[in-house]
């Protein structure tokens, strides 16, 4: 069994003596695991490094076996990560989100998305809104889609303010108001065609939104929790952005 793509390297672990156990999200194959040997080495550990995008070629003697990989650097973003908490917390909630889904189950569209957040994952103007929108694109790969375009209640498409925690479907301002109390929040960058971007307040709404369904539909009937990772990028992200708000004038 033979195989080659492009991957963004997730996480790597030690195996042995001188090889690691690669854990990549690739184009074509979904999330899939192998050996490299000698992925320890001074050549190569530079680049098996998370957030970088390698070249794979695959091989093994059956298809459910874990197989080896041999690969080559196409991008490397590790060390511009490493310098932000931000980017370091951020992409590793991306892929614990990842491994929610399915080993070697095809998901091209997050593949695509995971390679567009990491090229911003450093800037927390924009990675904030990125990673809550990956959050929302993960729960529609799950089955679990919210219904963000239009309101439930009325149907139409303006002023989408409100979800509701029930039906996971979008709510106008004037169909909500009486059960504000009872509804989430919905941040504007969450919707379609909408500019990327926020401010501490909407990324902590995002964050609670796509959370709660998380934790409806994935986390609880799994038994499992939220990964720590995703508190970590959210506690990082909010002192950036605290740190690049303008001071109030004195006086």
């Known amino acids: 069994m033979e195989?080659?793509?492009?991957?963004?390297?997730l996480a790597t672990r030690k195996h042995g003596?001188?090889?690691?156990?690669?854990?990549?999200m690739t184009r074509g194959r979904g999330r899939h695991l192998g050996m490299v040997r000698g992925g320890r080495s001074r050549k190569m550990r530079p680049f098996l490094q998370p957030g970088n995008r390698v070249d794979l070629s695959w091989r093994a003697r059956?298809?459910?076996?874990?197989?080896?990989?041999?690969?080559?650097?196409?991008?490397?973003?590790?060390?511009?990560?490493?310098?932000?908490a931000t980017a370091v917390h951020g992409l590793q909630t991306l892929a614990a989100h990842?491994?929610?889904?399915p080993?070697?189950?095809?998901?091209?569209r997050l593949y695509e998305t995971l390679?567009?957040?990491?090229?911003h994952l450093d800037d927390a103007t924009v990675a904030g809104a990125l990673v809550a929108r990956f959050e929302i694109m993960v729960l529609d790969e799950l089955g679990f889609g919210l219904d963000?375009?239009?309101?439930?209640?009325?149907?139409?498409r303006?002023?989408?303010?409100?979800v509701s925690p029930k039906t996971g479907r979008a709510v106008s301002a004037e169909a909500g108001a009486p059960w504000a109390d009872k509804l989430l929040p919905l941040p504007s960058f969450l919707k379609s065609g909408a500019e990327i971007g926020g401010d501490g307040e909407a990324i902590s709404a995002a964050f609670r939104l796509s959370g709660y369904f998380l934790a409806r539909h994935v986390y609880e009937p799994r038994g499992i929790s939220a990964p720590q990772s995703r508190a970590s990028f959210l506690a990082a992200l909010l002192k950036a952005l605290t740190s690049q708000s303008p001071a109030a004038p004195a006086g």
């Open 98 to 101: 990842l491994r929610l889904l």
């Open 103 to 108: 080993e070697r189950d095809p998901h091209i």
């Open 62 to 84: 059956l298809d459910e076996q874990l197989g080896t990989f041999q690969a080559e650097p196409i991008e490397q973003n590790a060390a511009r990560l490493l310098e932000s």
């Open 17 to 24: 003596e001188t090889s690691v156990i690669l854990e990549v």
């Open 158 to 162: 303006d002023n989408l303010i409100y």
């Open 3 to 9: 195989w080659r793509d492009e991957g963004i390297i």
């Open 148 to 156: 963000l375009l239009q309101c439930a209640a009325t149907g139409t």
């Open 115 to 119: 390679g567009l957040i990491i090229a």
